[in-house]
């Protein structure tokens, strides 16, 4: 089972700030958290992951909460073309819970 | 990033036939991919997990002998859906993991995806 909890649906006017919460209360200390996205009929992206500093790459920043259980992925100026089913993952590196197992994700519309 | 490839993107067979579906890490050597089965408007679900050179390990309610999964090289991994049935009309998606330099990257892309339809 998925050990993340996300909003089913967000939506963010093209140009601001898309704000992609996730909750992973169950998270151990050896877990990353990763965030993938999956434009439709294609196969999921690599964004960005982190430990417990905040993140920052080309596509997004990751920030996470100091307590570890919640995280928040941001894309600083959404386009159109970031409409996507956003997918936060939490997984060790190594061993059988370095698998990726995906939950529901958040589908995230941008609008015009 | 790294490459991972799927063949073919698109197949349509017969029932009771089987399909056989590759993916393949373009640059660089894969010891650990992975395979997804994704139905419409749900989330992936992660079927098995095969390393190069041994058996795949399966994850509980997948049938082993309807989807078989050879690993044989360090850059191809392959998904036969056996004697396929309408039920099994899906969208496959493989990933791969990148052991990168010294074996600590665990870095895993995934490949566009296989949509596969039975009739």
């Known amino acids: 089972d998925a050990k993340t909890t996300q909003p089913t649906s967000m939506d963010c006017a093209e140009g601001r700030a898309a704000n992609l919460p996730c909750n992973h209360s169950?998270?151990?200390?050896?877990?990353?958290v990763y965030w993938y996205r999956q434009i439709h009929s294609q196969g999921p992206q690599y964004i960005i992951h982190?430990?417990?500093n905040n993140e920052t790459n080309e596509m997004a920043s990751l920030i996470i909460t100091e307590d570890r259980k919640s995280s928040t992925l941001i894309l600083p100026h959404a386009t159109l073309r970031d409409t996507a089913v956003y997918y936060c993952i939490v997984r060790a590196l190594w061993g059988s819970a370095s698998k990726i197992i995906f939950g529901s994700g958040t589908r995230l519309s941008i609008r015009p | 990033g790294a490459v991972v490839s799927q063949h073919p993107s698109r197949v349509i067979c017969k029932s009771g036939t089987s399909v056989k579906i590759e993916c393949r890490s373009l640059d660089f050597q894969a010891t650990t991919m992975f395979w997804y089965r994704q139905f419409p408007k749900q989330s992936l679900m992660l079927m098995a997990t095969s390393n190069e050179g041994s058996k795949a390990t399966y994850e509980q309610g997948v049938e082993k002998d309807k989807f078989l999964i050879n690993h044989a090289s360090l850059t191809l991994s392959t998904l036969t859906v056996t004697s396929a049935h309408p039920e099994d009309s899906s969208f496959y998606i493989c990933?791969?993991?990148?052991?990168?330099?010294?074996?600590?990257?665990?870095?895993?892309?995934f490949g566009q995806g296989t949509r596969l339809t039975v009739v």
């Open positions: 990933s791969a993991r990148d052991p990168g330099v010294g074996g600590w990257n665990t870095e895993a892309f």
């Open positions: 982190g430990l417990k």
């Open positions: 169950t998270i151990s200390g050896n877990e990353y």
